[in-house]
């Protein structure tokens, strides 16, 4: 898989069977590492990276950035090999890192109750080497998983708290517990279910991300910024 640079756009290629899929403009046979023309604009091409994955998807809403997502995977202890359950689909941003890191021996097992969110997420879902080791179910975590001694359990649903007794019983032991909330009441309610539960581990953060743009004449902090994009809740199965 290739990604194509421009000084405006960032592009995965998508690899066809006759050739290259190039966004929704061109289709060239024939693409290697270096730079390459189409049409008038000249692109560097690059092996691509979760990088370029994340910020080519395609969204509908908020997405879990990947400076939160890379946090989840650290703290979850997720590798290749592992069984993962996320909760929802969303855009499919986390689907994706989470896809990246248990490849090639590892399952996703994505619940989603919306079948908006679900097309947009299999679309997006659909350029990744491993999504044979995807499997997206529609239903509600809430309620209870198919699965069973897997390795995590990541919800970005409104009321995370309402799904801890069904991923305790998921959950092997010291499997991992990860919410994904924007507001801190859904962040107190999350936390005192789980340790209520008798999950332990706990820890309750956010992250923020500031970049700098460095110029000729100086360099400053950017002044567009999106500091705080959500809140993290984590605990672990005992």
């Given at each position: 898989m290739y990604t194509l640079l421009s000084e405006k756009k960032r592009i995965v290629a998508i690899e066809k069977k006759n050739g290259y899929e190039i966004g929704d403009f061109?289709?060239?046979?024939?693409?290697?590492?270096?730079?390459?023309?189409?049409?008038?604009?000249?692109?560097?091409?690059?092996?691509?990276?979760?990088?370029?994955?994340?910020?080519?998807?395609?969204?509908?809403?908020?997405?879990?950035?990947?400076?939160?997502?890379?946090?989840?995977?650290?703290?979850?202890?997720?590798?290749?090999?592992?069984?993962?359950?996320?909760?929802?689909?969303?855009?499919?941003?986390?689907?994706?890192?989470?896809?990246?890191?248990?490849?090639?021996?590892?399952?996703?097992?994505?619940?989603?109750?919306?079948?908006?969110?679900?097309?947009?997420?299999?679309?997006?879902?659909?350029?990744?080497?491993?999504?044979?080791?995807?499997?997206?179910?529609?239903?509600?975590?809430r309620d209870g998983v198919d699965e069973q001694d897997v390795d995590a359990f990541i919800l970005d649903i409104p009321d995370p708290w309402n799904a801890v007794e069904s991923a305790k019983n998921a959950l092997k032991y010291s499997g991992t517990f990860c919410a994904f909330v924007p507001t801190y009441n859904q962040l107190e309610k999350t936390y005192h279910a789980l340790k209520k539960s008798g999950f332990v581990d706990l820890e309750a953060c956010e992250l923020i991300k500031r970049d700098i743009v460095v110029g000729d004449l100086g360099t400053r902090p950017s002044n567009i910024e999106v500091p705080h994009t959500g809140f993290m809740v984590f605990g672990r199965k005992i």
């Open positions: 061109a289709f060239i046979k024939k693409l290697e590492p270096g730079r390459t023309k189409i049409g008038l604009q000249e692109y560097k091409v690059l092996s691509t990276n979760l990088y370029d994955l994340m910020l080519t998807l395609k969204r509908k809403a908020q997405i879990i950035t990947l400076k939160d997502a890379a946090y989840m995977v650290a703290r979850c202890g997720i590798r290749s090999g592992m069984r993962v359950i996320e909760a929802g689909a969303g855009s499919g941003a986390l689907t994706t890192v989470l896809l990246w890191y248990v490849y090639p021996d590892g399952d996703v097992y994505t619940y989603e109750i919306r079948e908006d969110f679900a097309k947009i997420a299999r679309n997006n879902v659909e350029r990744l080497e491993n999504r044979d080791h995807w499997h997206l179910k529609m239903g509600d975590v």
